[in-house]
């Protein structure tokens, strides 16, 4: 694996990364609540918080956004996705090539893996190809390592959750994003499982302010490295208070009490 100490998706060991790749994933329902957000520049500018590490997205808004915000946001580029209308095996195909993200200006590559479904052996080798062309130009990779597939009963059990991480290991990533396993213990089994991985919480849908920040905190004592989210931030009226307070859990160690108190 890459060590990450020179990469600006990185302050001091964690992160927090701001993923809008939604309008892919979930479609513009994902902005019904928040129609202001449909339009990529407002969410562009919640990436320029000082919080924000990084900022995920896929190659469309790169090309067409990312140059008049390039000197204040730290690009992650999606190289992979899928719509909410496709209704198959879960498949993720790859949208983007390594070359192309770093000609974007790409800090980082970052690339949803699907264990578990009959599409396994396919996703990992498209892995293997973007992890390999990655180390060639030095640029860290995020694997999305989302356990799925028929077969799957339960894809949030803790030992699920070690292996996905687990997996982001073997094959080579850098950072492994996964959701959470339910339990602070569960999660720092998680932890151990991925070696020097950095292991960041998947986001996942909006709750309350003080249930996300408990859970943050909790992760993060747990040893998770920080986060990556979307909805839990911009489908919120006050997307800046609630990166304020993800500052003070994530670098500065303050519980949801004292981040909310602030």
């Known amino acids: ?41 407002s969410v562009f500018e919640l990436a320029t918080h000082d919080a924000v590490t990084g900022f995920a997205v896929q190659k ?40 192309y993200a770093l ?14 479904t009959n599409r396994e052996p396919e996703m990992f080798e498209e892995f293997r190809d973007v992890q390999e062309q990655a180390r060639e130009h030095d640029v860290p990779v995020a694997m999305w390592s989302y356990p799925r597939g028929q077969a799957l009963k339960e894809h949030r059990k803790p030992s699920v959750i070690s292996y996905a991480t687990r997996i982001a290991l073997e094959l080579g990533a850098d950072i492994a994003k996964v959701k959470y396993p339910r339990s602070g213990r569960a999660m720092a089994d998680a932890v151990a499982a991925a070696g020097d991985v950095n292991v ?42 609630i990166l304020d307070a993800l500052e003070a859990v994530v670098f500065e160690e303050a519980t949801a009490d004292e981040a909310l108190a602030e």
């Open 200 to 241: 960041v919480l998947s986001g996942g849908s909006k709750t309350d302010d003080y249930e996300f920040l408990s859970l943050v905190e909790t992760a993060m004592n747990a040893g998770a490295s920080g986060l990556a989210v979307g909805r839990n931030v911009w489908q919120r009226e006050n997307p800046e208070q």
């Open 60 to 99: 469309g808004l790169a090309e067409t956004y990312y140059p008049s915000y390039e000197d204040d946001v730290n690009l992650l580029a999606k190289l992979n996705g899928t719509s909410g209308l496709w209704m198959g095996e879960p498949y993720s195909p790859q949208t983007c090539s390594v070359d």
């Open 103 to 116: 000609e974007l200006g790409a800090d980082a590559v970052g690339y949803t893996v699907y264990p578990g």
């Open 1 to 41: 694996m890459r060590q990450l100490t020179d990469s600006p998706l990185v302050r001091n060991g964690k992160s927090i990364i701001l993923a809008h790749d939604h309008g892919l994933e979930h479609g513009p329902t994902a902005f019904d609540e928040v129609p202001e957000r449909l339009d990529p520049r």
